[in-house]
């Protein structure tokens, strides 16, 4: 589970593991049209963030985080993610199981 | 060597709107323009981000890099 540290009313520190990442592939199979964007997001743009260096909000495809974090980061003006390498790429391979799918549900092609 | 026209404190902003308020700054920039970024935090994202939109267009220069502030100038080519 993620560990969260409010350090102050403009700040918050996330801590996630691996089991997050499944936490979250497995809440994105559960309803592929809800989280479709976030899904062909995740997949398309990951890699042009080397995967781990990948930021949930560039793209506005945060839905699946913020259900997985249980808080509102956006509450927060300052917040840094400690999150291991095996995060970002168990929830790539997880994004790319579904993208096909989640292509069915939201055709529209992601900004660059 | 171009000026700095703009700053952009990514602190202010909730993180839903910093890259849409950098990248809005950044495209009003005109050629030969600059803006300062500050940040708390290494924006190493926001470049890969950079990278992808907006290839071979822009300058990256650390003016201060931490370990509390990072200040970095962009510039428009």
Known sequence: ?112 | MSNITVTVNATEYPPQLKHKVIFQTYNQLKPSEAMLLVNDHDPVPLRFQFESMHPNEFTWEYLEQGPDMFQVKISKF
Request: glycine letters at 2%; charged letters at 20%.
């Open chain 1, 1 to 112: 589970m993620a560990e969260i540290t409010i350090v102050d009313k403009q700040t918050i520190k996330i801590g996630v593991s691996l089991k997050d990442a499944i936490k979250m592939v497995t809440e994105a199979s559960r309803d592929i049209p809800l989280y479709a964007f976030d899904i062909i997001t995740i997949y398309e743009k990951m890699p042009v963030f080397e995967y781990t260096y990948f930021c949930f909000y560039a793209y506005d495809s945060a839905t699946l985080f913020e259900y997985m974090l249980d808080i509102d980061p956006k509450q927060y003006n300052s917040f840094s993610l400690d999150a291991p390498d095996s995060f970002f790429y168990a929830l790539y391979g997880g994004m790319a199981a579904l993208y096909e799918q989640a292509k069915q549900f939201h055709p529209v092609a992601i900004e660059e």
